[in-house]
């Protein structure tokens, strides 16, 4: 597969088929993506990856959580920041319509769109998932290396005809995870990202997301 066909091809799956992936795999991901370039070769990331049991296990333990906390623990970062202004702000309601109508779910609807959000703890049903790490003394630069790290991963991964979807959604619950995976008081949870064969047929994987034009954000300097 060309580095071209990856891009073009890797969208944030949201409902994914329950074959396994095998753990080889997601080694010979990780092995791929580590070649990722960082600011002094710091390599700022460490990685959780749950399959079967495991994975079972920390979805049941949200699953627990949830109807009581449906907005989690807080997090240690801005997910957005918190006055977002234009034009980001209105990109960011304009996909989360456009990828709530491909399944029906009206603006008034909360409750659906709580239980479609709510999907992110299952994994939207994925049969591996991964959780991103990083120390806490990083600064902007080293965030920016972990999200081409990231990356990596979600290319190599259509390479082996898998999917994925980066989920930020999972900082909410960044204490039971914390606690849970046993992370060391140094590193500050990031994302989740879930892994494995998109459903074909889901409405929600049939959603091509927009792009600015060139225009809107690159100058041209010289001939
Ligand atoms: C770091 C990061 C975190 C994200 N977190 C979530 C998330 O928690 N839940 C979700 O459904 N999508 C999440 N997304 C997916 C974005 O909404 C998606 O990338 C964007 O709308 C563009 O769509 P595309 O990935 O299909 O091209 C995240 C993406 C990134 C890069």
Known sequence: MKVSEALDSRLSVREFLPDPVPVDTIKAILEGAKRAPSGGNLQPWTVYVATGAALDEIK???????????KGEGTEYHIYPPDLTEPYRTRRYRVGEQLYDTIGITRDNKFGRLMQFARNFEFFGAPAALFFAIDRQMQQ????DLGMFMQSIMLLAREHGLDTCAQEAWAIWHKTLGEHLKMPDNLMLFAGMALGRRDPAHPLNNFRSERAPLEDFVTFLGD
Not at 60 to 66: D, E, F, Q, T, W
Not at 141 to 144: F, H, R, V
């Open 141 to 144: 630069g080293q965030w920016a």
């Open 60 to 70: 049941a333990l949200i699953r627990a959580k949830l109807p009581e906390n449906p």
